[in-house]
Nanobody
Framework: QLQASGGGLVQPGGSLRLSCGAS????????ITWFRQTPGKEREGVSY????????YYADSVKGRFTMSRDNAKNTVYLQMNKLKPEDTAVYYC??????????????????WGRGTLVTVSS
């Protein structure tokens, strides 16, 4: 089971750190992703961390502003979001795949999703 937390209201240019806690399995053994979704739009990939070598991947829209990391001792994955923009407003979800991910941007690659956390960027 996955649970995302850490969302909230922040002003443009501000920062938030999202957490994705895992229970019932060791998240360090699996790739973990962050996606986000706004009303009327499809879920879009934000970032991904690979289990084999901890490589991280980011959507072009967040590259240079967001950083994904994991703390295996806490069985938790983080998404540090800096320089937030109004267009970052969305519900953020973390997900995991039980097998090798070939296209991390494709939501169908993931087997489990946690409940989302709302991020609102507004002045």
């Amino acid at each position: 089971q996955l649970q995302a937390s850490g969302g909230g209201l922040v002003q443009p240019g501000g920062s938030l750190r999202l957490s994705c806690g895992a229970s019932g399995f060791t998240s360090g053994y699996y790739g973990i992703t962050w996606f986000r979704q706004t009303p009327g739009k499809e879920r879009e990939g934000v970032s991904y961390i690979r289990s084999s070598d901890e490589s991280t991947y980011y959507a072009d829209s967040v590259k240079g502003r967001f950083t994904m990391s994991r703390d295996n001792a806490k069985n938790t994955v983080y998404l540090q979001m800096n320089k937030l923009k109004p267009e970052d407003t969305a519900v953020y979800y973390c997900g995991t795949a039980l097998s090798t991910v070939l296209d991390w941007l494709a939501s169908y690659e993931y087997d489990y999703w946690g409940r989302g956390t709302l991020v609102t960027v507004s002045s």
